[in-house]
């Protein structure tokens, strides 16, 4: 079978010595497992990407740093950290032609709050101090010892909504995730459905119904073995095979 090119914008740690460009080999992985291609791309401008896109099945947005609240038209709180406009910019300019030229699209974490943002949505930008009653979903660390946690440490249950993709894939209405994010989907964009909640009310996944595959987790679906997690992988790739024939 066709292994479809799986489009990754690569991040860039500007602040690393020397800098560089980089992803964990978690997200590579899983898309090789689920039987795609990553074909990891360095800052592509407009020129580049068109001539790449026609060789492209599919576009995967993975986890990092904040986006700037400026995308969404909000002043920087004071908890906005590693803005890269850079980055920003070019996730943002893939999903919207993603969007556009119905390309599937997978978007993790960071790249799910990339989706909302690009489609007109807004984030919170610290779950913890704007909304009321939310759950400590940054669990890159354990508050009483300090140490690092595991990345596929579970942390909460997210309750899937009935009749979307995500339902059809996890099978059932409620699955345990790991959550290693800070910020989060505030309004929703344009195009978008929620369609998985945290038990405090925050949207764990978004997605676009009537697209060949849009949708984008919360969660790292990278770090968690099991159907869920890995049929979100084979799904996006299937799609992606589908429209690079
Ligand atoms: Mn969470």
Redesign the pocket.
């Known amino acids: 079978m066709k292994r479809p090119l799986i489009l990754i914008p690569l991040p860039a740690y500007n602040a690393a010595t020397p800098p560089t460009y980089g992803i964990k080999q978690s997200y590579a992985q899983a898309v090789i497992r689920a039987g795609g291609e990553p074909l990891c791309v360095v800052r592509p401008d407009d020129k580049r990407l068109s001539s790449l896109l026609p060789f492209v099945g599919g576009i995967f947005l993975v986890g990092g740093h904040d986006i700037d609240s400026e995308y969404y038209g909000e002043e920087n709180m004071g908890h906005t950290e590693h803005i890269d406009r850079e980055r920003d910019r070019v996730e943002l300019a893939l999903i919207r032609l993603a969007v556009k030229r119905r390309f599937p699209l997978l978007g993790v974490c960071r790249g799910m709050q990339a989706m909302n943002v690009a489609l007109g949505g807004s984030l919170y930008q610290d779950v913890l101090t704007e909304m009321q009653g939310a759950i400590d979903?940054d669990r890159h660390i354990d508050k009483k010892t300090g140490k690092d946690l595991p990345h596929g440490a579970l942390?909460?249950d997210v309750v899937i909504q009935a009749r979307t993709v995500l339902a059809k894939l996890a099978g059932k209405d409620r699955i345990a995730?790991n959550?290693l994010?800070h910020q989060?989907v505030k309004t929703l964009g344009k195009h978008l459905v929620a369609s998985a909640f945290?038990p405090d009310g925050?949207i764990?996944a978004i997605e676009i119904p009537d697209h060949p595959f849009a949708l984008g987790v919360?969660?790292h679906p990278e770090e968690l073995s099991g159907k869920p997690a890995e049929k979100i992988f084979a799904a996006f790739v299937s799609a992606a095979r589908r429209s690079s024939k």
């Open positions: 979903h942390a909460h995730v959550s994010h989060g945290a925050l764990e919360e969660w």
